[in-house]
């Protein structure tokens, strides 16, 4: 009987199978972080950089608007919910901080972001979907 090679990740002390590290383009040999490490690294230092917002932030966040989409009531799917900011306020993808306000699906945050947050575009779906229905 054989036994799977095991390299322990040097972020969470877990030895792991191989197939569940990440090879280096530059050598060719695995990463010393698990992909599990180093997307929960990846993902702490977006949130981080580019929402001003720590993963406990988000938790409390979430926790507090029942862990759904804020707007659809969603439960979040393959994809976390993702930060909703005020565009009036940081027009690009990095915010100050100040004006995160909830966490949305993808679907929702596309749907927003097609209607470039303006309430009276939102206002005006809502009376073409009403003046339709039967």
Known sequence: MTTAVKIQCTRCRVPKPTS?????????????WCI??????QYRLLLLKRYKM??????????????V????GGLPGHRRLV??????CCPGRVTCGECN????CYEC???LGKMHDSIEVVRAALAYLESYDA
């Open 20 to 32: 569940q590290f990440g090879v280096r383009s530059d050598t060719g040999h695995s990463n010393s």
């Open 54 to 67: 720590t993963p406990e932030e988000y938790d409390a966040k979430l926790r507090a608007q029942g862990g």
């Open 109 to 111: 945050n596309m749907a």
């Open 36 to 41: 599990e490490c180093t997307a929960d690294y």
């Open 69 to 72: 989409c804020a707007i659809c």
């Open 101 to 104: 306000r909830g966490l949305i």
């Open 83 to 88: 930060v909703d900011h005020d565009h009036s």
